[in-house]
């Protein structure tokens, strides 16, 4: 049996002033990795990376403080990992909407550290109602911080996913929000029907925003007058870039959302989801990148 306790992790894989692991809300068990760039907290439930805090800067990842904390729930915010299904897109297995890993506790296969960096392996253990797999997410914390989630069809047949790195990013003040790098990208308006859309300019918000950018794999400026910051999301592996907000109605009927949560986050989200699937063959694998970082004006 994987080690899980707190004690138990810290044993096998804590490392003195860059990796400890602890109990957190839910009694789950959490990691912290610190650098001389900075923090990060990591769930195991979910593999749901909920905190970056980079050194001299505030927080850039929003994660609700109003998120429940139960087996079966996905924590709202952070960057859960929506896998092998994004949404409620089709898919033969018996899986819920966004899939299995968000509410699935995962394992800790390897740790690494020095001053400049910590990084952490984890592994998605094996589901039922899925073929035989291997999925793995590496967070490593730097001056940056980068994602990367690996799957990896262990079966004897085509193993068809969809998925996401669904990344909130923390903001001062959405109605000061610009997000560049996806003009004349087409795009499936999801608040329209799902009508399909020509991207104009930069993106702002004044209403409920849910949009599928397809055929991009650009870099995302996220410009945050309010904060006086610009946070820089990057992606490997992904053609899809989701942006979501849900404004105000939607979140005060969320539970799990202030009623005025929707004016501090934004996502930015780098997937294969909408018309991009990906089917990995018997031995097949694929990685789904995101990298954030803070940009000097």
Known sequence: MPAQTPDELNHHFGIDEHIAFHQGPGEFPFVSLTTSHGTAEVCLYGAHL?????????????????????????IRGGIPVCWPRFADQDTP???????????????????SADA?????????????????????????????????????NLSEQPFTITQAL?????????????????????????????????????????KAFDSIYEGTSSDILLHDKSLDRTIKVTKAGSDTTVIWNPWKEAAEKMADMPDNGYQNMVCIEAANAGEETITLHPNEKHSLGTQISLETE
């Open 116 to 152: 400049p960096e910590a990084k952490i392996t984890l592994k998605l253990p094996s589901c039922e109602s899925l073929p035989a797999f291997d999925l793995q997410l590496i967070i490593t914390v730097s001056k940056k911080l980068h994602l990367e989630l690996t799957t990896t």
């Open 93 to 111: 297995y018996d899986i819920p909407a966004h899939g299995v890993a968000r509410t699935s506790l995962w394992e800790v296969t390897s740790t």
């Open 166 to 206: 669904h990344t909130y990013l923390n903001v001062g003040d959405i109605d000061q929000v610009e997000i560049s790098g996806l003009d004349e990208v087409r795009y499936h308006d999801k608040m329209d029907d799902y009508q399909e859309k020509i991207q104009t300019g930069n993106i702002t918000f004044d």
């Open 50 to 74: 909920t905190s970056w805090i980079p050194t001299g800067a505030a927080e850039v990842i929003w994660t609700s403080p109003d998120a429940i904390y139960l087996t079966g729930k996905a």
